[in-house]
């Protein structure tokens, strides 16, 4: 089955600070990927997606790189905000079909604590 | 807000007891998924409906149980609750999965408290 490894955190950096979460995995067949943000009390949302290889998933200053080679998909943002301060979470998700129907799969992470500091 | 959404949103419970959490998903969804999320496993998913059948199960115990109804809506079932099934849960839609586009959609949550 599809398995994920995420830079443990917590992680807490002052605003303006470059962020990198290192995300790795392993998954039968071809992936897509996905970064999924927590909000404080809050539910799940999707914050980027990438859904083959070299491919580039960017959304609100975040990006991450889909790399085939090195089954990777590390998040990055050139400049944190305080309200960027959350749980991240890096899900692969892989699709099987049986008996003509398919269904979908996401496998997380543990998830990543971001705290930013003023 | 996703356009799936859960309820109750809070409940408090004793052990033993059994309780239902409803989820509906997002217009046109014909997937539902349920997670568990808490402090010590993390987010785990549970079961995955499509259009009305079971099509995936992952770590649910067998004091839990869900469905799918006709119009689309899922409950999830917790029996017998433990202390231990304090948790967030999840519920999840997507539209009908492909090999390229199977992004899950995520409601707000349950929170349950088992006294």
């Known amino acids: 089955g599809n398995s994920v490894t995420q830079m443990e955190g917590p992680v807490t950096l002052s605003e303006e600070a470059f962020l990198t979460i290192n995300c790795t995995y392993t998954?039968?067949?071809?992936?897509?990927l996905f970064w999924y943000v927590q909000y404080p009390g809050e539910g799940l949302q999707l914050l980027l997606k990438?859904?083959?290889?070299?491919d580039k998933g960017s959304n609100k200053g975040f990006e991450a790189t889909y790399r085939k080679e090195t089954t990777s998909f590390h998040l990055e943002k050139g400049s944190v905000q305080v309200s960027d301060s959350a749980v991240y979470f890096c899900?692969?998700?892989?699709?099987?079909?049986?008996?003509?129907?398919?269904?979908?799969?996401?496998?997380f992470g543990q998830g990543t604590i971001l705290t930013v500091h003023p | 807000d996703s356009g799936v959404t859960q309820t109750p949103k809070h409940l408090i419970t004793a052990t033993g007891q059994r309780v239902t959490l409803r989820c509906s998903p997002r217009?046109?969804?014909?997937?539902v998924y349920w997670y568990q999320q808490s402090l010590d496993q993390g987010l785990q998913f549970l079961i995955q409906?499509?259009?009305?059948?079971?099509?995936a199960k992952g770590n649910i115990l067998e004091r839990f149980s869900a469905q799918q109804f006709p119009d689309l809506h899922s409950e999830l079932n917790l029996s017998s609750l433990e202390l231990g099934d304090s948790a967030l849960y999840f519920c999840?839609?997507?539209?009908?999965?492909?090999?390229?586009?199977?992004?899950?959609?995520f409601g707000p949550g349950t929170r349950l408290t088992v006294l």
């Open positions: 999840a839609s997507s539209v009908f999965p492909t090999e390229t586009y199977n992004e899950q959609f």
């Open positions: 998954a039968t067949g071809y992936p897509s």
């Open positions: 990438a859904t083959k290889a070299d």
């Open positions: 899900a692969p998700g892989t699709v099987k079909n049986a008996g003509g129907t398919s269904y979908g799969k996401l496998t």
């Open positions: 217009s046109g969804d014909l997937s």
């Open positions: 409906y499509y259009n009305g059948e079971e099509r």
